[in-house]
């Protein structure tokens, strides 16, 4: 006689593997700070599902539910076969359940690590990953943080765009019809976006992709250094050269996105129009699986270091991230924090306050101003916080005036300790 004495749920499993008598919860396939995404089946349908579980208090106290709604509205939105699917969201009182296609392809990076790409094979992914975007733009989205981490393939080998963490809607335009907010993953950025000028989302977008062809077709980064300064002065001035094998074409492609002036560099009609994205080659039905090496072109001497915000984090913890910025100045110092930029500007307030000194802010930024006068007048503490990804913002506090003596015994025996249970560190998985 069969055995039906129920099988006990594995450690890596939910506490229960039945959703809303729906879904069956099965092995975990990911995890971060915010979420755990488990391999799921729809009981009604029989389909395939990855159901990311994301926990209430902590996204609450990261400052990051408005964010999260704003993803959900967004995904609703965007109904496009390059984009993944949100088939529904579900929640408890301690958890949200988002109910995603899943796919079995992995992510596009993956690929081009096993060597770059032929052309005919790029330009077929391009085309899709340009189509998405440019639906997303037309329903008024701007995804903000477009890279090959973030576009996966279906077993058929289409392309996927996933992860509108940092994606906005056009009614966030400030005044001036531009975004303000600084954010994605450093080597993808357009240089307006460093430059803090305000910035078109569509063009913004369009420049990540250029980055994104470019890799595609060598192999490497074009703008790329391990100081993210002079990786930032390289991006503003679109400091890069193509390799040999660049077809002409191609060249003046990614010249018209990667084009530093976002007046003059390419839209997305424009780009779409021209004869090298028109050009159309049949592509076989049975694309090969990821591990095998289906439109790779191997170069031994290409480089392929990948430089993302996690990379970059993870080369120096807590408050001393001096190495990724240059030599640090005796009156600055930056940390990394998964919190939201609202809770670090919060807690900066607070500790201001406890010292009896003035407080300015705004969104990303604050200002602290003792009210007595020291050595060389009032010590003046300044912040400003930068969203590097959903779930990573890097802050950068320096003296805005007075002493650096001054300065100095403040942050070590006030801010330093005020603010150590928000700093980043190496056991606090960054990835959602």
């Given at each position: 006689?069969?055995d039906?004495?129920?099988?006990?749920?594995?450690?890596?499993?939910?506490?229960?593997?039945?959703?809303?008598?729906?879904?069956?919860?099965?092995?975990?396939?990911?995890?971060?700070?915010?979420?755990?995404?488990?391999?799921?089946?729809?009981?009604?349908?029989?389909?395939?599902?990855?159901?990311?579980?994301v926990?209430?208090?902590?996204?609450i106290?990261?400052?990051?539910?408005?964010?999260?709604?704003?993803?959900?509205?967004i995904?609703?939105?965007?109904h496009?076969?390059?984009i993944?699917?949100?088939?529904?969201?579900?929640?408890?009182?301690s958890?949200?359940?988002?109910a995603?296609?899943?796919?079995?392809?992995?992510?596009?990076?993956?690929?081009?690590?096993?060597g770059?790409?032929?052309?005919?094979?790029?330009?077929?992914?391009?085309k899709q990953?340009?189509?998405?975007?440019?639906f997303?733009?037309s329903?008024?989205?701007?995804?903000?943080?477009?890279?090959?981490e973030?576009?996966?393939?279906?077993?058929?080998?289409?392309?996927?765009?996933?992860?509108?963490?940092?994606?906005?809607?056009?009614?966030?335009?400030?005044?001036?019809?531009?975004?303000?907010?600084?954010?994605?993953?450093?080597?993808?950025?357009?240089?307006?976006?460093?430059?803090?000028?305000?910035?078109?989302?569509?063009?913004?977008?369009?420049?990540s992709?250029g980055?994104?062809?470019?890799?595609?077709?060598?192999?490497?980064?074009?703008?790329?250094s391990?100081?993210?300064?002079?990786?930032y002065?390289?991006?503003?001035?679109?400091?890069?050269?193509?390799?040999?094998w660049?077809?002409?074409?191609?060249?003046?492609?990614?010249?018209?996105?990667?084009?530093?002036?976002?007046?003059?560099?390419?839209?997305?009609?424009?780009?779409?129009d021209?004869?090298?994205?028109?050009?159309?080659?049949?592509?076989?039905?049975?694309?090969?699986?990821?591990s095998?090496?289906?439109?790779?072109?191997s170069?031994?001497?290409?480089?392929?270091?990948?430089?993302?915000?996690?990379?970059?984090?993870?080369?120096?913890?807590?408050?001393?991230?001096?190495?990724?910025?240059?030599?640090?100045?005796?009156?600055?110092?930056?940390?990394?924090?998964a919190?939201?930029?609202?809770?670090?500007?919060?807690?900066?307030?607070?500790?201001?306050?406890?010292?009896?000194?003035?407080?300015?802010?705004?969104?990303?930024k604050?200002?602290?101003?003792?009210?007595?006068?020291?050595?060389?007048?009032?010590?003046?503490?300044?912040?400003?916080?930068?969203?590097?990804?959903?779930?990573?913002?890097?802050?950068?506090?320096?003296?805005?005036?007075?002493?650096?003596?001054?300065?100095?015994?403040?942050?070590?025996?006030?801010?330093?300790?005020?603010?150590?249970?928000?700093?980043?560190?190496?056991?606090?998985?960054?990835?959602t």
């Amino acid at each position: 006689m069969a055995d039906t004495t129920p099988k006990p749920i594995q450690s890596n499993q939910p506490t229960s593997n039945l959703l809303n008598n729906k879904y069956e919860l099965g092995r975990l396939i990911g995890f971060g700070s915010f979420a755990r995404v488990y391999h799921a089946k729809n009981l009604l349908t029989g389909e395939t599902v990855a159901m990311k579980v994301v926990s209430k208090d902590k996204i609450i106290k990261a400052g990051m539910m408005d964010q999260v709604k704003r993803e959900i509205s967004i995904m609703k939105k965007v109904h496009h076969p390059n984009i993944v699917k949100l088939h529904e969201v579900m929640a408890t009182k301690s958890k949200i359940y988002f109910a995603m296609e899943y796919l079995r392809g992995g992510e596009l990076f993956e690929k081009v690590s096993q060597g770059r790409l032929k052309e005919d094979s790029a330009r077929n992914f391009f085309k899709q990953l340009v189509c998405a975007v440019d639906f997303c733009h037309s329903r008024g989205v701007y995804h903000r943080d477009l890279k090959l981490e973030n576009l996966l393939l279906d077993e058929n080998g289409n392309l996927k765009v996933t992860d509108f963490g940092l994606s906005v809607f056009s009614e966030n335009l400030k005044q001036d019809g531009l975004l303000h907010t600084a954010c994605g993953t450093p080597v993808y950025v357009a240089p307006e976006v460093i430059g803090k000028r305000g910035y078109d989302g569509a063009k913004a977008d369009l420049w990540s992709c250029g980055v994104i062809l470019f890799v595609l077709l060598s192999g490497y980064l074009p703008c790329q250094s391990k100081n993210i300064i002079s990786m930032y002065k390289k991006i503003y001035r679109a400091d890069f050269k193509f390799p040999p094998w660049f077809s002409p074409e191609t060249q003046m492609i990614v010249n018209g996105l990667l084009d530093p002036n976002p007046i003059t560099r390419i839209s997305a009609s424009e780009l779409m129009d021209t004869s090298w994205f028109k050009f159309n080659k049949t592509i076989p039905k049975n694309v090969k699986r990821m591990s095998e090496s289906d439109g790779i072109e191997s170069d031994d001497e290409k480089e392929k270091e990948t430089l993302n915000a996690f990379h970059i984090i993870s080369l120096s913890e807590g408050f001393d991230l001096s190495p990724l910025f240059g030599e640090r100045k005796e009156e600055e110092m930056r940390f990394a924090t998964a919190a939201a930029a609202s809770r670090v500007i919060e807690r900066m307030e607070e500790v201001g306050k406890a010292a009896e000194f003035s407080v300015r802010k705004s969104e990303s930024k604050v200002r602290l101003v003792g009210n007595e006068s020291g050595r060389k007048g009032k010590l003046a503490i300044e912040a400003e916080t930068f969203a590097v990804t959903a779930a990573l913002t890097v802050v950068e506090v320096k003296k805005g005036g007075g002493d650096t003596f001054e300065y100095n015994q403040f942050c070590s025996k006030e801010l330093r300790p005020a603010l150590t249970d928000i700093v980043w560190t190496a056991d606090k998985s960054l990835t959602t």
